[in-house]
């Protein structure tokens, strides 16, 4: 969808070396994914940023939109495709919110009253009532409110392509996180591609299908952010991301990345000698419990089955200490673990049925930490 080749963008100075802000960077996003420029303070990104839509004419090399040489286009008429998000949001103090979202369809000569119900929709996606707020103008909304209408207006006229200068830099932290998540919620409905300029690696991790990180105008690495935490390009890279790196990654990694799946239960009503046998036999510590409809009720160990021979499964089952969903990140379960005092949890699906369990050993050697224990096995 968006394919930079050898992009450069010098800057001449009087009496001095030019200053190389973007020096052959080449990369390429495909169409509905987002893909988060990242880099210190001066290192390119918002200047290749701004190439693309001609806010920034480039020195050399060559930028395609949908296979589209923007060379050939018209700068005015090329912004009027792609939504441009920035930091200071920019809406007009003497305009409605309606009339703020609706600039560009109205610049466009597109159907009103077809604008108008696309603002509604809009301002529904990011949880603003339109009946309450399209008729207000931007001083009688808080600083998130405003951000919200910012990101909704780039996309009122449906662009396929939006620009996003640190939008939520200056968002406090509870509200940038909900701001986020209802982006990212409203993007994989509409599916746009998205270039977003940020300083924060943890929101680049949270929202970047890619993440291209910047060093003096040269485009390090660009990469899924599994790849460029789990094999930084260079000591640069590695630097940048933290020494946290493996941490960060829990939350991009699925639970199911992590899940063993059971060979085999215990039901209620199993005898203990059938309990302690089906342990043995799989060499496991611990078996979990299920229903008639496959939900798991508890656990029983292995010392328990040997100790009692007499007696039903239903008469000695543990509580589970927690349990984690399927589809959570790994992030989250370590914290029920370790909120729980385990190192172990059964996973179930939105309908509670026992579907496998992680350990914080499986969890360790995914993250290349420690290597899985042999003995290290539940049932």
Request: glycine share 8%.
């Amino acid at each position: 969808m968006i394919r930079l080749e050898n992009l450069t963008k010098h800057f001449e100075v009087p009496g001095k070396e030019p200053v190389i802000a973007a020096n052959n960077v080449s990369m390429e996003v495909g169409k509905g994914e987002i893909c988060i420029f990242l880099g210190p303070s001066g290192c390119g990104k918002t200047t290749a940023l701004k190439m693309i839509n001609k806010l920034i004419p480039k020195t050399s090399g060559k930028i395609y939109i949908d296979e589209q040489d923007i060379d050939s286009m018209d700068p005015i008429a090329l912004r009027r495709k792609i939504g441009y998000v920035i930091q200071q949001i920019g809406l007009f103090p003497n305009m409605t919110i309606e009339a703020n979202i609706c600039v560009v369809p109205d610049l466009l000569k597109m159907d009103k009253k077809k604008s108008r119900e696309k603002a509604c929709e809009l301002m529904e996606m990011v949880n603003l009532d339109p009946k309450i707020f399209l008729k207000r103008y931007p001083r009688e909304l808080s600083g998130g409110q405003q951000q919200r209408i910012g990101v909704i207006r780039a996309l009122a006229a449906d662009p396929p392509v939006m620009l996003m200068d640190e939008p939520f830099g200056a968002i406090d932290p509870i509200n940038r996180e909900v701001i986020q998540d209802e982006f990212l919620k409203m993007n994989a409905e509409l599916g746009k591609t998205v270039l977003f300029v940020s300083h924060d690696i943890d929101e680049a991790i949270k929202m970047g299908d890619k993440i291209a990180i910047f060093r003096e105008g040269v485009l390090e690495q660009c990469d899924t952010p599994d790849e460029i935490l789990a094999n930084p390009a260079n000591s640069f890279v590695k630097e940048f991301v933290g020494t946290d790196r493996a941490l960060k990654r829990l939350k991009l990694l699925k639970v199911t990345r992590a899940m063993m799946p059971f060979r085999m239960v215990l039901k209620p009503e199993d005898t203990m000698e059938a309990a302690a046998n089906k342990m043995s036999d799989r060499k496991a510590h611990i078996a979990v419990v299920v229903g008639p409809r496959g939900r798991a009720r508890g656990y029983v160990t292995s010392e328990e089955a040997k100790g009692v021979r007499n007696g039903m499964v239903a008469d000695f089952i543990d509580p589970i200490p927690g349990m984690i969903n399927e589809n959570d990140n790994l992030h989250d379960a370590v914290s029920q673990m370790y909120a729980h005092a385990t190192d172990w949890m059964p996973v179930v699906d939105d309908e509670g049925i026992y579907k496998g369990y992680i350990t914080q050993h499986i969890i360790a050697s995914l993250l290349g930490e420690t290597p899985r224990k042999v003995g290290d096995k539940i049932v």
